[in-house]
């Protein structure tokens, strides 16, 4: 049973911009806390933002005014626009729920190179 389906991800020059998707269950989606997440290669998973149910965000401070974090509350959803990208982005993008981890999705690879 797919819980988490990210999407977006795509190969983009530096300083370009590229909108994430992540898709879940209502029972993992509704109420909760989102984040964003990503893994370089060779690097372990790291925290990027998360966003609240009510439209609070936080992000790591390198990708500040740089990535958007937002929800769709109907749609279970929740996006990353990120702009001015820098190859050092490069990474395979994941969603989750912070406060109570589920089963992580395939996630969606993002690579910045000119």
């Known amino acids: 049973q797919v819980q988490l389906v990210e999407s977006g991800g795509g190969l983009v020059q530096p300083g370009g911009s590229l909108r994430l998707s992540c898709t879940a269950s209502r029972d993992i989606f509704s109420g909760w806390t989102m984040a964003w997440y990503r893994q370089a290669p060779g690097k372990q998973r790291e925290f990027v933002a998360h966003?609240?149910?009510?439209?609070?965000?936080t992000y790591v401070d390198y990708v500040k005014g740089r990535f958007t974090i937002s929800r769709d509350n109907d749609k279970n959803t929740i996006y990353l626009q990120m702009n001015s990208l820098k190859p050092e982005d490069t990474a395979v993008y994941s969603c989750?729920?912070?406060?109570?981890?589920?089963?992580w999705g395939q996630g969606t690879k993002v690579t910045v190179s000119s």
């Open positions: 989750n729920r912070p406060s109570s981890l589920v089963v």
């Open positions: 966003i609240t149910r009510s439209g609070q965000a």
